[in-house]
């Protein structure tokens, strides 16, 4: 343990830089304090986890002893999320917007017939516009054949 006198010239120092820090600069002088206190908060987390918090208990004679109680479960799982959250950082979200611009281009190559190559370059370029008016006209005729046959 480092002497009262250094513990001051901390103190001082953090309260110096405090005034318009940064907060790397705080951080710093956070890990700077604890290593000369031996003071490690994951570690001491992970202990009271373990072993539980200490409790101060009078018998019936008036003297006073210590006792290590066990964490509750909810007090367990709120230490474990803030450690995960040094472990394990969030994700965080990302939006993408944005159009694509792209040519498709479609290469035909023949071995035998020359006409399904031709029959291919005419389906590509078809328009198909009417394709869902020959739908409904068949839909009609399927149903009144349908309706004439019942």
């Known amino acids: 343990m480092a002497d009262k006198l250094e513990l001051q010239k901390i103190r001082q120092n953090l309260m110096q830089i405090r005034r318009g820090a940064t907060p790397a600069e705080m951080s710093e002088r956070m890990r ?17 986890i373990r072993s539980g918090s200490k409790i101060s208990i009078k018998d019936a004679n008036g003297v006073e002893y210590t006792e290590m109680m066990p964490l509750g479960a909810k007090d367990q799982v709120a230490i474990h999320k803030e450690m995960l959250k040094y472990i394990y950082p969030s994700l965080k979200a990302v939006d993408i917007s944005g159009t694509i611009d792209a ?22 370029d078809a328009d198909f516009s009417d394709v869902g ?7 009609k005729k399927i149903a009144s054949k349908e309706a004439v046959d019942a």
Not at 133 to 139: P, Q, T
Request: glycine share 4%.
């Open 103 to 124: 040519n498709i281009n479609v290469t035909i190559q023949t071995f035998g017939n020359p006409e399904i190559a031709e029959n291919m370059k005419k389906a590509i």
């Open 32 to 48: 700077e304090l604890c290593n000369i206190n031996g003071y490690d908060p994951v570690y001491e987390l992970m202990e009271l």
């Open 133 to 139: 008016e020959k739908i409904s006209e068949n839909l």
